[in-house]
Each structure stands twice: as structure tokens, then as C-alpha cells.
Nanobody
Framework: VQLQASGGGLVQPGGSLRLSCAAS????????MGWYRQAPGKQRELVAG???????NYADSVKGRFTISRDNTKKTVDLQMNSLKPEDTAVYYC?????????WGKGTQVTVSS
């Protein structure tokens, strides 16, 4: 199982970015999918998660600004990030759970700065 994330970059405060993560390999079904982030000097934290049934949960700090979605056919999970703030700056990681095992993608840097 491999995960390929894309979509990070530099954006001004108030701007938007869309992260995408695609899973490949011998995967017949994916349980939960999610996005995490880790800022310098801080622990990795959950940003948003989505179950196989489409239920979502968000960190309080991103509620109303970020939206997670998934495409089970394409095996992708996206994170639409709006109204970005400097405190959203971090390396973002996607994670999927397959047959009870966690798989992580390589991080993608998101920098929010003027």
C-alpha cells in the first residue's frame, strides 16, 4: 500500500489550498481516512477524518474552514482548506486504515504567510 499526497504550497493568509492523497496497491476496501499535521516543535495532530460511511470529524481549530472528502472508487481523500491562517502552517500527512493497519503518506508542506 502506498499513499501519494499532493497540493501543498505557500499561500497568503485567507487563501485556500486543496490537498489530495491517492492510495495504490492491493486494497479492496479502506476503512477510515484522514489528514494529520505536524508543526515545528509540536506533536502530530488529527486535522480531519472520514469513515467509510462518510461520517466526518474535525479538529476544533479547523471546523468551518476545512472540508474532508473521499472517493472510494478512486481511493482518494481530499482536504479543502479555506480561510487559511498562519497557525495552519505545518507538514500535512494523509493516513488510511486498511484491515486494521495504519498507512501513512509522506508529508506535504503547507505554509501560510504574507
Amino acid at each position: 500500500v502506498q499513499l501519494q499526497a499532493s497540493g501543498g504550497g505557500l499561500v497568503q493568509p485567507g487563501g485556500s489550498l486543496r490537498l489530495s492523497c491517492a492510495a495504490s496497491g492491493r486494497i479492496f476496501s479502506i476503512n477510515a481516512m484522514g489528514w494529520y499535521r505536524q508543526a515545528p516543535g509540536k506533536q502530530r495532530e488529527l486535522v480531519a477524518g472520514i469513515t467509510s460511511g462518510g461520517s466526518t470529524n474535525y479538529a476544533d481549530s479547523v471546523k468551518g474552514r476545512f472540508t474532508i472528502s473521499r472517493d472510494n472508487t478512486k481511493k482518494t481523500v481530499d482536504l479543502q482548506m479555506n480561510s487559511l491562517k498562519p497557525e495552519d502552517t505545518a507538514v500535512y500527512y494523509c493516513k488510511i486504515i486498511v484491515y486494521g493497519m495504519d498507512y501513512w503518506g509522506k508529508g506535504t508542506q503547507v505554509t501560510v504567510s504574507s
